[in-house]
């Protein structure tokens, strides 16, 4: 009876001393405690997500992978899986387990060392939010305390849902639902037991039992924790069975995106960035974009497709690396240390044969490439110069070579990463949204988005404004302008300047719709010079453009100002749209971690019936945003003019292989640099306005017989075939206040009935040309105080 009195007695001590080891722990640390209240509006960090107007998602950004999933997504099974491995006594306590703290306790007695915290799950969200991973027993005690009140404050439901949420689980996957996507590339949901049993796993080291680091411990882990539930009664015994015997099957999987258009996400990002700041990758914004994915799809291929028939056309550079002496396994290493780009897979060929070649791929798979898909690899001398056909696949290949190959049409296809590069930019001209959008050839090979920063000059492209220009200064698609050589000298110096034709011939006195889809260099160079370059800068300015890019002479008709492909699209919208400045937007809407909408766009709009001409105020008392009206900055009845001439373009002119897309509402202008620098072609219907710039980073040669109608064009022709099938075609309205009256060709004054060849010409009602008198003296350029059919000196520079 002594000795069950001392031990009653002793416990009883022991238990006092404790509680009053607490409760002045408790007094001493619980100023420095945060409130628990705190975890019911916890934030946490999740990355930025950006997607396509047709919510793909395109990409994620922020350290931190992490998609919060509620209790009630959480699988039982994968409950009762992190149950086993981290704490079974979970429904029990209080948010301290005794035994654990005791257990954790004796081994620190044992070896003198801290080895484990005994900590509940609950101390582990304690832990997780509020304090550090430091190992000290002032931790371990704030740890104990703020379990206690947030097992008092939360369920145990709520608990769960903020654990699996917070822990880290190796590579950069924070929470189970990013831990499943980064192992199995599936939701936590559709995981199998042996899976969620791996995963559940990872929390107690999420670098030593990591399947992609540590199979082998990983699997043993995995094993235990099953055996842990069917001991508990988790599980039974067919279920035990049937997890134990699945092989681990855990890779990495990267953010899958759902629409290649990394330039496009890198564009949002920084926007968000300039917005919200660091802010922008840890508070889980979603951001919408503009872009469709069918859109966009297009852009690619068209953009990948027209890259690839350039390169081909100027033969085959050799492999990129040679392994002739290396084995199998050598080879797959090389192959896992190179990457795709825009879909072109790095292979090494296996065997060449008379009639094909076989090619190994990452992977370890093999698979052959015919001789008719390789006869295209002439080999590449210089920019205008092949070597001789081959015959065979060894005259191209042999083994070792280290190729790119293209998958299309589930066929392996012979290829190489083009050096040229090239950039599309298409928007809605109404409003300005960015419909589709690609800025090279790869993002992952170079992230300079040619779209928006590469300034180059356009060429013929830029004619357009020259012609606006004109017509607004009272010109007329039948005005005849003389093409005849003109010399240009500058005074007191030797520089002289003979500008000439992209053919180096003269057609004499042409008329100026004529000239345009002829693209004749010598009638721009006049109608600038007789507008005048104030006028004319002043006028192109309206479009945009700022004036510091516009050079200040008469090479302005030429296209020498340097210029960006989306500042070239956005100027020709106003011809689409009937003459309305517009401003390109990319971010659709902007909503927080939960779907509230923080931001929606309000660009500027063209009037039609749903917007109209004046905003009645009204319209400011209502939730809507106040729609906003774009700025109308050229005549419609002249953007109407200026379509009717650039579709004679693809009728008639450098635009013609457009005819093959079957369409009569298509406008557009090729444009090509001195030595075929720079490709360029714009062009539209009622519904889309799209430019492409097609040239090599470092300015070179396109090649001989390379023009804007060989490069740009094709790429332009690929994509509006794509998101134009099905569309009914979409001409601009007739405005108001023009004229469709016969025309004399040889006067470009109204024909008389009689009047030989006679044309119908569209005219605004103020400029209708006069009649032909008896006596034609000559053709004069209205303002001209030159006859068009003389040339003169003029100081150009």
Not at 140 to 153: V, W, Y
Not at 392 to 420: C, M, N
Not at 460 to 472: E, G, Q, V
């Amino acid at each position: 009876m002594r000795f069950l009195k001392f031990f009653f007695w002793s416990c009883f001590a022991i238990f006092c001393a404790l509680a009053l080891s607490l409760s002045g722990a408790f007094l001493y640390l619980s100023p420095s405690l945060p409130s628990v209240d705190s975890l019911r509006s916890i934030q946490l960090q999740i990355p930025l997500r950006v997607y396509s107007a047709d919510d793909k998602l395109i990409a994620e950004f922020g350290e931190m992978r992490r998609s919060p999933i509620r209790f009630e997504e959480i699988p039982a099974d994968f409950i009762q899986a992190l149950l086993a491995a981290e704490d079974d006594n979970f429904a029990n306590h209080y948010g301290v387990d005794i035994t654990g703290l005791m257990r954790a306790a004796a081994q620190l007695l044992k070896s003198g060392h801290i080895q484990t915290g005994g900590s509940t799950i609950t101390m582990q969200v304690a832990k997780n939010y509020f304090l550090t991973s430091e190992r000290s027993f002032s931790r371990k005690i704030s740890e104990i305390l703020l379990a206690l009140q947030i097992e008092r404050e939360l369920t145990k439901n709520d608990i769960l849902e903020l654990y699996v949420n917070k822990i880290y689980l190796g590579h950069r996957a924070y929470g189970v639902e990013a831990a499943a996507q980064v192992y199995y590339g599936k939701s936590i949901s559709d995981l199998s037991l042996a899976q969620k049993a791996m995963i559940a796993g990872l929390p107690k080291a999420p670098s030593a039992f990591n399947p992609l680091v540590n199979p082998t411990r990983s699997k043993e882990r995995r094993d235990w924790i099953l055996g842990r539930m069917y001991k508990l009664g988790s599980i039974d015994e067919a279920s035990f069975q049937l997890a134990i015997q699945e092989p681990e099957t855990a890779r990495y999987h990267g953010a899958s995106p759902e629409l290649d258009a990394a330039y496009i996400a890198e564009m949002a990002r920084a926007e968000m960035v300039g917005r919200f700041g660091s802010a922008a990758y840890t508070d889980g914004f979603r951001v919408y974009t503009t872009v469709t994915s069918e859109r966009q799809q297009s852009a690619n291929i068209a953009l990948l497709e027209g890259l690839l028939e350039y390169d081909q056309r100027h033969g085959y550079r050799g492999p990129e690396a040679r392994f002739a002496n290396s084995s199998r396994d050598e080879w797959l290493e090389e192959l896992a240390q190179r990457r795709p780009l825009s879909g072109l897979l790095p292979a090494i060929v296996s065997e060449v044969e008379s009639d094909e070649i076989k090619v190994l791929f990452r992977d370890g798979t093999e698979h052959s490439i015919v001789w008719d898909d390789m006869k295209w690899a002439r080999p590449f001398l210089a920019t205008n110069s092949l070597g001789p056909r081959p015959q065979r696949p060894a005259d191209i290949v042999a083994r070792g070579d280290l190729i790119r190959v293209r998958w299309k049409d589930e066929t392996a296809h012979f290829s190489q990463v083009p050096l040229a590069q090239a950039a599309l930019v298409s928007l809605d001209p109404d409003d300005g949204s960015i419909e589709a959008l690609a800025g090279g050839f790869s993002f992952g090979q170079s992230k300079y988005n040619r779209a928006i920063q590469a300034k180059r000059q356009p060429g013929s492209s830029f004619k357009p404004f020259i012609y606006s220009a004109a017509l607004d200064a009272g010109y007329t698609a039948a005005t005849l302008v003389n093409d005849s050589p003109i010399v240009f000298v500058e005074e007191g110096m030797d520089r002289i300047w003979r500008p000439k034709n992209d053919t180096n011939t003269f057609l004499g006195p042409i008329r100026m719709r004529e000239a345009l889809y002829k693209s004749r260099n010598l009638v721009s160079i006049r109608l600038l010079q007789t507008i005048g370059i104030d006028y004319t800068i002043d006028y192109i300015s309206r479009f945009g453009f700022q004036p510091q890019d516009l050079p200040r002479n008469l090479s302005l008709a030429l296209g020498t100002a340097t210029l960006t492909p989306m500042e070239i699209a956005t100027g020709w919208t106003a011809f689409a749209n009937g003459g309305y400045k517009i401003e390109p937007y990319l971010i659709q809407r902007i909503e927080d971690r939960e779907g509230k909408l923080l931001f929606t766009a309000n660009p500027s709009r063209v009037p039609n019936e749903e917007t109209p001409s004046s905003v009645t105020d009204a319209a400011v008392e209502t939730q809507q945003q106040t729609p906003r009206v774009a700025e109308q900055i050229i005549d419609e009845r002249t953007a109407y003019i200026m379509t009717s001439m650039l579709q004679d373009v693809i009728k008639l002119g450098t635009g013609r292989r457009a005819l093959s897309l079957g369409r009569q509402d298509l406008a557009g202008k090729t444009g090509t640099t001195n030595d075929s620098i720079d490709s360029w072609f714009s062009g539209y219907n009622r519904d889309l306005v799209t430019t492409v710039w097609a040239g090599f980073d470092q300015p070179q040669s396109l090649g001989r017989h390379e023009y804007g109608g060989t490069v740009a064009l094709p790429i332009w022709m690929k994509y509006m075939a794509a998101v134009l099938e099905g569309h009914p075609e979409h001409p601009p309205a007739e405005p108001e206040g023009l004229l469709t009256l016969r025309v004399d060709p040889q006067s470009g004054r109204a024909a008389t009935p009689d009047t030989p060849n006679a044309y119908f010409e569209l005219f605004k009602s103020e400029d209708s040309p006069p009649p032909m008198s008896e006596h034609e003296s000559g053709v004069q350029i209205p303002g001209s105080p030159l006859p068009a059919n003389e040339a003169a000196p003029i100081d150009l520079f």
